[in-house]
């Protein structure tokens, strides 16, 4: 069965510090991977997503994200963490294949960045 | 501006009673989602639709109808409202996967539905 995970209910990082947000998949085939951040009351605003190509891509706001294969990972990465990323983000897998008008959600993570 | 509206934003019910929200595009996709999010289990799909006429059910279709007449409107009905439908409740449209531009949704901003 299709699902997403992150493992993390929040993660807690120092301004100017790194930090990562972490997201593990199980998809049959190659997935679409993508992450969302929501701001409070807010929807969700799409960040980044990797379709084909470079592991390594690029988004909003200074974020990256790691495409790994072979650990069925897809973790968000930022250099230097600013107190504005302070929010909910969410991972999202959809289905190549199969179910391709889903979207699978991970739970979402609370990202803190204090001063 | 482009993008998906949901009317309204806040919403209080009394158990039993039914109400529709709202969810319009003006992007000209193909697919439409209703999500609910609640605390620690991320999005769970309700209902979507791949085009005019066409709708099928999500994870978490119980106590929800919907109907898809227009390709911009796909609205949300609560036949006889619980407090299990306390939640936040989001639209999302995207292109069909032969005409996909990002390959991702675009959401509304969300109404916030407590049954008491």
């Known amino acids: 069965a299709q699902s997403v995970a992150q493992p993390e209910d929040q993660v807690n990082v120092a301004e100017g510090n790194p930090l990562t947000v972490k997201c593990t998949y199980s998809?049959?085939?190659?997935?679409?991977l993508f992450w969302y951040v929501q701001y409070p009351n807010r929807g969700l605003q799409f960040l980044l997503k990797y379709i084909t190509g470079d592991n390594l891509v690029k988004g909003s706001y200074g974020f990256e994200a790691e495409f790994n294969k072979s650990q069925t990972s897809f973790h968000l990465k930022k250099p230097s963490a600013l107190v504005s990323d302070s929010a909910l983000y969410f991972c999202a897998v959809r289905d190549r294949l199969y179910n391709f008008n889903k979207f699978y959600f991970g739970s979402g993570t609370k990202l803190n960045v204090k001063p | 501006n482009a993008g998906v509206t949901q009317t309204p934003k806040f919403q209080v019910l009394k158990t039993g009673q039914s109400m529709t929200l709202q969810c319009a595009q003006d992007m000209n996709h193909e697919y439409m989602s209703w999500y609910r999010q609640d605390p620690g289990m991320g999005l769970r799909l309700i209902h979507y639709?791949?085009?005019?006429?066409?709708?099928d059910q999500g994870e978490v279709p119980n106590g929800y109808n919907v109907s898809r007449s227009t390709t911009e409107d796909f609205p949300l009905r609560l036949l006889s409202a619980a407090p299990s439908q306390t939640s936040v409740y989001f639209c999302?449209?995207?292109?069909?996967?032969?005409?996909?531009?990002?390959?991702?949704?675009?959401f509304g901003s969300g109404t916030r539905l407590t049954v008491v």
């Open positions: 998809v049959s085939g190659n997935p679409y």
């Open positions: 999302a449209s995207s292109y069909r996967r032969d005409r996909l531009k990002n390959y991702g949704y675009t």
């Open positions: 639709s791949v085009g005019a006429g066409i709708t």
